[in-house]
């Protein structure tokens, strides 16, 4: 079982509604991040939050808009988005840098989301 | 820019077999590499991670090596099983200085197909 907890796993919406999608994860990593995967191919990065501040935002169109409202939690608001949206939408967190290595990435199992 | 690419996009093996799965990468500021398993309907799985400070890192029936020089590095499954079989992605990771945070690029997988 992961430790990062994605909800939904499935989404379908039309064009003009507004959705989230949360993320959880309880391990007391400081970083998390949104990347978007299509099928079969690798997961592509789109935000990173780092102490709950957004610290890269990878030219994501405005219609993804992501928020950490605290260190456990990470959401992706979404709204006006188009078919070419439909991807598996994954978190991520890791603790960076600690005791002086690296620390992976860990990922949840994602939220298929599908635009109608 | 950054890229991670692996030679072979599908390996097919029978069970007990040994499998690699080989990675190319091409920014040398890449310090950190990580191996993930991804199986259908699930997020990436961490499997061993290596500095760039190693050449070599054994797991429980997994092995990677990195070959600097020619930025290079691999996968290694001993015994190979039908539960190994999922997509393989490589990932190369660099940290901006001062962050506790890192930057993932992915290679673009291998499917690895186990045989009973």
């Known amino acids: 079982d992961t430790e990062v907890t994605q909800t939904p796993k499935h989404l379908v919406m039309g064009m003009t509604n507004k959705k989230s999608l949360k993320c959880e994860q309880h391990?007391?990593?400081?970083?998390m991040y949104w990347y978007k995967q299509k099928a079969k191919k690798p997961p592509e990065l789109m935000f990173v939050y780092s102490y709950e501040k957004l610290s890269i935002n990878e030219s994501v169109p405005s219609r993804f808009s992501p928020e950490c409202p605290n260190s456990s939690l990470l959401n992706l608001h979404l709204h006006a988005l188009q078919p070419e949206d439909s991807a598996l939408y994954l978190c991520a967190s890791s603790q960076g840098f600690l005791f002086g290595r690296n620390q992976p990435q860990h990922f949840g199992d994602g939220t298929r989301l599908s635009i109608l | 820019g950054e890229s991670v690419g692996l030679h072979l996009p599908t390996l097919s093996v029978q069970e007990g077999d040994n499998s690699i799965i080989n990675c190319a990468y091409s920014n040398s500021a890449s310090d950190y590499f990580i191996w993930y398993k991804q199986e259908s309907g699930k997020g990436p799985q961490f499997i061993i991670d290596i500095r760039s400070n190693m050449d070599k890192r054994q797991g429980q029936r997994v092995t990677v090596l990195l070959n600097k020089t020619v930025k290079h590095l691999s996968l290694q499954i001993a015994a190979t099983q039908p539960g190994d079989s999922a997509v393989y992605f490589c990932a190369g990771n660099t940290f901006a200085g001062g962050t506790s945070y890192g930057k993932l690029t992915f290679g673009q997988g291998t499917i690895l197909t186990v045989h009973p």
């Open positions: 391990m007391g990593h400081r970083a």
